[in-house]
């Protein structure tokens, strides 16, 4: 490798994990932070990959912005040097080389580059698969130990985005379409491959199968797969000009002609029949998909690993005979590098007297919510002099939740498992939150007693508590026999803690809810009124505080705070 791009490799390392512990964690990096501290087999939407990446970050860091991101640039660092491997190994030095260049000039691998998302995992991971593809195949009909390393590798990728499964799809292909190869399908390293890419299959079937396969639900929802397909042409013309936003217009074109001259060149030539199967199922789904509805841009990221090789390998050589190539391929670089500057740090344009709104600004995402968590802090603790009652908090959404969550000076939570912030409580399951510690699930009264028995100073009252959940464990005659026991079990936790939520002849039902009658904040940056949740769940709410926050002279964030009494729960 051409030391002077070593330098730059690492220069660009030591910048993005500079710029990427000076900047606020967004929304999304904030959510899978409160992942990232309840470690699972999966998760809601995803795998446990990107929770695992932070978990690792915080713990040599701290929970900082340095901490949850530190995985991240370095992931970048090893795709560069991954990718250099794999396009030197098909075109030679200088194609690998500008190969690293271009992609490390796009806007999204800068993006990548900073944020702890679950792309830099998934990218990786794609590359080094190919890669390691690559060299099974170049071994073929011998079997190698590349077969099971491009399983685990997309194993791997897959417990990070659930997309880099599709890396399987690109093999088929490869090996269907090629006759030489075809008789791969008969001989051990492909199914040596599969074996072992199916162990990473485990850990979310294993959390599915106890939740209901809501993954699958969710990706339903997401791919526009519920209800009838309809087709309307301009989500998916959104859907393609949204990328020559994140590439660059030039290089996202450029590579728009050599996927084309590809698919031309596949039948003569096997390393352009690779690429393009390494990018075309991908960008083939996404962009169906996008014809109901709008997919999100990253979602093809994966897929411009290969086409970014097959790109450069398609105009280098057209670069060595025309000036013309050689000035588009340079202001298409340039372009690009310009606007990385400008995505990953959007302040720049308004230093120059430009009043870009921070709503129409994705960056302004990353900003203000210290602030915002220290306000709503101090506004808490004021409320809580006045009214002597501890206030829970509840977000209007996941984003908000977790960014209060991550930068709240006062992190509490009411119980094992409980979340610093809520959501609104609903029927509906829409996310990880639905899944841990709930201001409005119902508790056993069996389970707080055994909290409350550590706990219980007077021997007389610890007695009492022990005798009745002993009583309960006993077998009963009648139904009438076990509802008296509840009752004594009920009295005795009401004499250790007369405050408790809780009622003798009201809990038939058997479960008790733990913030009957508490007071709350509700938090949102939506709208300036609360919901329906929020509304019939308490007995009244009144608006206490609007929190406003500038930068530059143009308005950041506008935050509406409530004041929640008498939680009662929503009525089913």
């Known amino acids: 490798m051409n030391r002077w791009l070593i330098v730059f490799l690492l ?10 512990g000076s900047m606020e964690v967004s929304p999304d990096e904030a959510y899978y932070y409160q992942w990232s501290q309840r470690l699972d087999w999966a998760y809601y939407s995803k795998g446990p990959g990107v929770a695992m990446a932070i978990r690792a970050g915080t713990d040599l860091l701290g929970p900082n912005s340095f901490g949850v991101r530190l995985l991240s640039p370095l992931l970048a660092l090893g795709t560069s040097l991954v990718l250099f491997g794999l396009a030197r190994r098909l075109y030679g030095e200088s194609v690998a080389t500008w190969t690293v260049v271009m992609l490390n000039l796009t806007p999204i691998f800068n993006v990548g580059g900073l944020l702890m998302t679950i792309d830099p995992i998934s990218i990786f991971f794609w590359t080094a698969a190919l890669w390691t593809l690559w060299e099974a195949l170049e071994r073929s009909p011998k079997f190698s130990l590349f077969w099971p390393l491009t399983g685990a590798l997309i194993g791997l990728g897959f417990l990070g985005k659930y997309t880099n499964a599709m890396e399987l799809l690109t093999i088929v292909l490869v090996l269907a ?3 030489k190869l075809r008789r791969e399908f008969l001989r051990p390293g492909f199914w040596v491959m599969l074996a072992v890419f199916s162990l990473a299959v485990i850990p ?5 199968s106890n939740h209901d396969w809501i993954t ?5 929802s997401r791919g526009g797969l519920e209800g009838k397909f309809s087709i309307h042409p301009e989500e998916l013309l959104g859907f393609i000009g949204g990328h020559f936003g994140i590439y660059s217009p030039l290089v996202f074109g450029a590579m728009v002609v050599a996927l084309w001259q590809g698919c031309r060149a596949m039948k003569a030539d096997f390393r352009a029949k690779f690429l393009v199967l390494a990018a075309l199922p991908l960008i083939v789904l996404y962009c169906t998909l996008s014809l109901k509805k709008m997919g999100e841009l990253n979602w093809t990221s994966p897929a411009f690993v290969g086409l970014g090789i097959l790109t450069v390998a398609y105009w280098h050589e057209k670069a060595l005979s025309s000036v013309k190539v050689r000035r588009f391929a340079a202001a298409g670089l340039g372009l690009a590098l310009v606007m990385s500057l400008i995505i990953v740090n959007t302040d720049a344009i308004r230093s120059l007297g430009i009043p870009w709104s ?3 600004d994705p960056g302004g995402r990353l900003r203000g919510w210290e602030t915002a968590s220290i306000a709503v802090n101090d506004l808490r603790h004021k ?3 006045e009214s ?10 996941y984003q908000t939740a977790s960014s209060l969550a991550f930068y709240l000076p006062e992190k509490r939570a009411d119980g094992p498992g409980h979340p610093p912030v809520y959501i609104p409580e609903s029927q509906m399951i829409e996310n990880q939150y639905s899944f841990w510690g709930r201001y409005d699930e119902m508790t056993e009264p069996t389970e707080i007693a055994k909290g409350m028995l550590a706990k219980v100073q007077d021997p ?8 009745a959940l002993k009583g309960l464990d006993a077998p009963a005659a009648d139904e009438q026999t076990m509802a008296d026991r509840r009752r004594a079990l009920i009295r005795a936790m009401l004499t250790v803690n007369p405050t408790l939520p809780i009622d003798e002849y009201a809990s038939e039902d058997w479960g008790v809810s733990l913030f009957q009658g508490r007071d709350a904040l509700f938090v949102t940056d939506r709208s300036p009124s609360a919901p329906e949740a929020i509304v019939k769940g308490f007995d009244k709410v009144e608006m206490v505080a609007t929190l406003s926050e500038a930068r530059r002279g143009l308005p950041l964030r506008l935050i509406w705070v409530f004041a929640c009494h008498n939680y009662r729960s929503l009525p089913l």
Do not use: C, D, S
Request: hydrophobic share 50%; aromatic share 6%.
């Open 358 to 360: 921070y709503n129409m």
């Open 177 to 179: 379409l090629t006759p």
């Open 460 to 467: 007389a009252q610890r007695g009492a508590l022990e005798a």
């Open 204 to 208: 979310p079937v294993l959390w599915n």
């Open 383 to 385: 409320l809580e002099a």
């Open 388 to 397: 002597g009652k501890p206030l829970f908090l509840i977000a209007n959404k």
């Open 216 to 220: 699958i639900e969710h990706l339903r």
């Open 11 to 20: 220069i660009l390392t030591a910048l993005r994990l500079t710029l990427g």
